[in-house]
């Protein structure tokens, strides 16, 4: 199993920047996603990062949000800089643990198999 714990949430100015951690541990993970759900909406695709590194992002953050892993920590972060009102959600982390072959990041929920608790970012305009 991957357990998984996000923090560096809150409520931030739109333009101000938050970094999120996700704490990965237990067995290891092929990707970490991350992922985000505003009140009656469906949870969508942020950004991932494989085991090697590879990263993908979402049209709406790219330029914006930067993922990046640091291993010794087990911990992947999510820079979120030039924030907006529309993106106050909650944010999710995700670890996959079966995929070590493919070459892009996974993007649907259901290539996920372990998920965090979430934590609150709210943007005000």
């Known amino acids: 199993q991957v357990q998984l714990v996000e923090s560096g949430g809150g409520l931030v100015q739109a333009g101000d920047s938050l970094r999120l951690s996700c704490v990965a541990s237990?067995?290891?993970?092929?990707?970490v996603g991350w992922f985000r759900q505003a009140p009656g909406k469906e949870r969508e695709f942020v950004a991932a990062?494989?085991?090697?590194?590879?990263?993908g992002y979402a049209d709406s953050v790219r330029g914006r949000f930067t993922i990046y892993k640091d291993n010794a920590k087990d911990t992947v972060y999510l820079q979120m800089n030039s924030l907006k009102s529309e993106d106050t959600a909650s944010y999710y982390c995700?670890?996959?643990?079966?995929?070590?072959?493919?070459?892009?990041?996974?993007?649907?929920?259901?290539?996920?198999?372990?998920w965090g608790q979430g934590t609150q970012v709210t943007v005000s305009s």
């Open positions: 990062i494989r085991w090697n590194s590879y990263t």
């Open positions: 995700a670890a996959e643990v079966t995929d070590w072959a493919t070459a892009r990041v996974s993007r649907r929920r259901d290539e996920y198999e372990y």
């Open positions: 237990g067995r290891a993970w092929s990707g």
